[in-house]
């Protein structure tokens, strides 16, 4: 029997910091000039989401993967590890 993907992220604890490690750039670009979003549908935490004037980063969830860095067309997007003891903790099992 397989586990499913949301019984596994279930065993991972996360520490937050209240600053954020995650930074659009350029929010305007975003809108204006960004027409695949792709920040949207990359991230597998589902960390950004389209509001009505902007895309919101919750970075609460961020499970530190990068792709939203990588996947952005226009690297509007700073990405950084969070300061020392704050982040995703993963547990195997």
Same mark, same amino acid.
């Not at 960390?47 to 499970?63: F, N, P, S």
């Given at each position: 029997?397989?586990?499913?993907?949301?019984?596994? #992220? &279930? #065993?991972?604890? &996360?520490?937050?910091?209240?600053?954020?490690?995650?930074?659009?750039?350029?929010?305007?670009? +975003?809108?204006?000039? +960004?027409? !695949? !979003?792709? +920040? #949207?549908? *990359? %991230? $597998?935490?589902?960390?950004?989401? *389209?509001?009505?004037?902007? /895309?919101?980063?919750?970075?609460?969830? %961020?499970?530190? %993967?990068?792709? %939203?860095?990588? =996947? +952005? $067309?226009? *690297?509007? /997007?700073?990405?950084? &590890?969070?300061? =020392? =003891?704050?982040?995703?903790?993963?547990? &195997?099992?």
């Amino acid at each position: 029997m397989s586990a499913r993907v949301e019984d596994k #992220l &279930f #065993l991972d604890r &996360f520490k937050v910091d209240e600053e954020s490690h995650l930074r659009i750039i350029s929010p305007k670009k +975003c809108l204006k000039d +960004c027409s !695949q !979003q792709a +920040c #949207l549908y *990359l %991230c $597998p935490a589902n960390v950004y989401r *389209l509001e009505t004037d902007h /895309i919101a980063v919750h970075h609460e969830g %961020c499970l530190e %993967c990068g792709s %939203c860095r990588v =996947g +952005c $067309p226009h *690297l509007n /997007i700073e990405w950084r &590890f969070p300061k =020392g =003891g704050y982040g995703i903790s993963h547990k &195997f099992g």
